[in-house]
């Protein structure tokens, strides 16, 4: 069966969505990896200070466009990015107490899992839309957002045009019926036996 323009065009916008969501997972997994190399010994401290501030402006980045980009799909906790924002240099993390790092080594877990549950929901909608399934996208657009989206999902021009005639026809009727004119309305009447 072949596919539609609407499907492949839907396609083609969980492909960027999975991307999306991989290249955030691939940089959550370097952030953990850079905070925990630094207490180990004979490592470049300043050099992993240096790739940890800049992951972190990278996660900042695309956490704001995975969210806009995905919106109903987007399944991260708020507290993916308090984790981020709250870990200000590596110094100043392994300053703090046991408890504090195993309470951030839980939370970035949790955020791990929950963007991985969120990549294999956008998997599993490119492969049901790939089978042919009419998957149903929200849009930037739709969702008052503006310009950023990329568009899709949404009502077809051609769905709006059809509901239109047909409100509009409706509206005509009514008024013929309610107004009586040319006794059309009254015709009608005698016919419903009312």
């Not at 993916?80 to 939370?107: F, P």
């Not at 949404?154 to 005639?165: C, M, S």
Request: aromatic share 6%.
């Amino acid at each position: 069966m072949a596919l539609s323009k609407k499907q492949l065009k839907t396609i083609e916008q969980l492909e960027r969505r999975v991307e999306l969501c991989r290249e955030f997972m691939n940089d959550w997994l370097l952030f953990n990896q850079i905070l925990s190399s630094y207490p180990n010994p004979g490592v470049n401290k300043a050099q992993l200070e240096n790739q940890f501030l800049k992951i972190k402006s990278k996660l900042a980045r695309e956490h704001r466009v995975l969210q806009q980009t995905l919106l109903d799909d987007y399944n991260l906790d708020s507290n993916t990015m308090n984790i981020v924002s709250g870990a200000t240099n590596l110094e100043a993390i392994y300053s703090q107490s046991d408890v504090a790092l195993k309470k951030l080594q839980t939370e970035w877990h949790r955020a791990f899992i929950a963007i991985n549950e969120t990549l294999g929901l956008l998997e599993d909608k490119k492969a049901r839309a790939e089978a042919g399934e009419k998957i149903f996208l929200a849009s930037a657009d739709m969702m008052g957002g503006g310009g950023g989206g990329g568009g899709g999902g949404g009502i077809d021009p051609g769905t709006v045009k059809t509901v239109l005639i047909i409100a509009a026809v409706i509206a005509a009727l009514a008024i013929v019926f309610v107004f009586d004119i040319a006794g059309i309305g009254t015709m009608y009447r005698n016919a419903l036996g009312m």
